[in-house]
T-cell receptor
């Protein structure tokens, strides 16, 4: 399985942007990059996914490097409710199995 | 839509007992999967299914059985519970054949004594 690498933890101040990095140097050309987050005592929830172009939705933005070996999840204005563990993973056609690493624990400082 | 539902929410078993964790979804998703999450750890894939009648092993399948007789249901069976199986179990589902997002259930917290 292709692996993803993320920092174990990050901190950010409330109302500031947060950039969460992920390395996926062995990702296949047809795999999409997915991000999920897990709030305390809850199941994971989908955040965003993309293939090559940068993507935006109501929760976050995803910036994908041109060589696709890394990506960055951007929370534009962090709130206390964004404190969670964020997981980067990949999924694509013919590769439906979704595995997770240990993720990045994001702490928001009021 | 109820989404992905799991029962029970909590369960305590004695070593050697068997039980089935239930998972159901009402979104007509072909793909379903089971994960376990140990305290302070990430999610590890136990088993998954890409459609009714088709199942496959994930990263940590030992001690668990699954079957998929309908699109909606994907039960996880513990044949002989061990303390090492104390964990929180999450079921998830999605459309298959593509990079679709996965929807997770609320989890079952299992303690084996």
């Amino acid at each position: 399985d292709a692996k993803t690498t993320q920092p174990n933890s990050m901190e950010s101040n409330e109302e500031e942007p947060v950039h969460l990095p992920c390395n996926h140097s062995t990702i296949s050309g047809t795999d999409y990059i997915h991000w999920y987050r897990q709030l305390p005592s809850q199941g994971p929830e989908y955040v965003i996914h993309g293939l090559t172009s940068n993507v935006n939705n109501r929760m976050a933005s995803l910036a994908i490097a041109e060589d696709r070996k890394s990506s960055t999840l951007i929370l534009h204005r962090a709130t206390l409710r964004d404190a969670a563990v964020y997981y980067c993973t990949r999924r694509g056609f013919g590769n439906e199995k979704l595995t997770f690493g240990t993720g990045t624990r994001l702490t928001i400082i009021p | 839509n109820a989404g992905v539902t799991q029962t029970p929410k909590f369960q305590v078993l004695k070593t050697g007992q068997s039980m089935t964790l239930q998972c159901a979804q009402d979104m007509n998703h072909e793909y379903m999967s089971w994960y376990r999450q140990d305290p302070g750890m990430g999610l590890r894939l136990i088993h998954y299914s890409v459609g009714a009648g088709i199942t496959d092993q994930g990263e940590v399948p030992n001690g668990y059985n699954v079957s998929r007789s309908t699109t909606e249901d994907f039960p996880l069976r513990l044949l002989s519970a061990a303390p090492s199986q104390t964990s929180v179990y999450f079921c998830a589902s999605s459309f298959s054949q593509g990079p679709y997002e996965q929807y997770f259930g609320p989890g079952t917290r299992l303690t084996v004594t």
